[in-house]
């Protein structure tokens, strides 16, 4: 991989934050004649955990697949910065979409609401895959997806599949799917969506502290406001850009609340 460059959108006041993992600067991206998103700058910082809400088809799952190199932009940067001293910062939004997708392999995990188990193979065969992709040994996989679904509270699950397990169960399976191969950054578009509050703070309760544990950041969309209580900070999409929260880290890098729209 060739990390390009990072440079600043000639449409954009603010360059991109040094000090952010993820640099959102004047991103619009439309399907056909429809705007979805219409100039979003957003930092998200290493380790943090970021909440997007907003209304239904306010554009926070465009904004998630835009960040997360899923889908390209039509204008405007993503800009992300591998975590570790000296890594250079990639200009994500340019890369073409074989480039993307080497960069969402290697460094992203992600949990949707529904579906994204392999109903035919057990809990751990589920999780070993993104390590098998890799290119890790089959025992070493699943002793990893083992240890894993463990953490997760799912000890003696693993051979069960996922139609034999509860909502909540599977969410965790799909959160250890996730994060097995250690990602950079989980992007998590409605995790708990389908589930009881119970068993929702069940879920949420054991994913943070897997995320805080490992460093890894979060970039979490909801609807739920105690979903979005588990967030170091939350930022409010409407009609395609931010009109609530601090979009923007501070130069400092730090949070800086005074600076909220
Ligand atoms: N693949 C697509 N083709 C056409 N229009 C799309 C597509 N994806 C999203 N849109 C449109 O873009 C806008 C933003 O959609 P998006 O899914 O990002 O919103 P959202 O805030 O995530 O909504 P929800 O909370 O309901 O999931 C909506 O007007 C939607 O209809």
Redo the contacts with the bound molecule.
């Keep these: 991989m060739n990390p390009t460059p990072p440079s600043v959108p000639a449409d954009s006041a603010v360059p991109p934050s040094p000090a952010a993992l993820l640099s959102v600067r004047q991103v619009h991206k439309s ?2 004649t ?1 705007p ?1 998103l219409r100039g979003i700058d957003l930092d998200v910082a290493p380790g943090e955990v970021l909440a997007v809400m ?10 998630l697949h835009c960040m997360a190199g899923v889908l390209p932009t039509d204008r405007g940067t993503v800009t992300y910065t591998r975590p570790g001293a000296g890594t250079a910062p990639m200009v994500l939004s340019a890369l073409d979409e074989a480039a993307r997708s080497g960069v969402r392999l290697r460094e992203f995990g992600f949990v949707f609401q529904y579906g994204q188990l392999l109903p035919e193979l057990s809990a751990v065969d589920n999780v070993t895959i993104p390590l098998l992709l890799a290119g890790t040994r089959r025992r070493a996989a699943r002793s990893a997806a083992t240890e894993l679904l463990g953490r997760l509270g799912l000890t003696g699950q693993g051979e069960k599949h996922p139609g034999e397990l509860s909502g909540g169960q599977a969410q965790r399976v799909a959160i250890a799917r996730a994060m097995v191969g250690a990602p950079a950054v989980l992007f998590a578009d409605e995790p708990t969506g389908s589930l009881d509050s119970l068993a929702s703070e069940t879920v949420l309760d054991l994913m943070l502290e897997l995320v805080r544990e490992t460093g890894t950041t979060v970039v979490m ?1 909801t ?1 739920d406001p105690r979903t979005a209580a588990y967030a170091d900070r939350e930022v409010i ?1 409407r009609d ?1 850009t931010i009109t609530t929260g601090q979009a923007v880290l501070a130069p400092t890098g730090g949070t800086d609340r005074g600076a909220a729209a």
């Design positions: 399907f056909g429809t979805a907003g209304p239904s088809g306010s554009g926070k799952s465009t904004l969309i609807h999409v395609g």
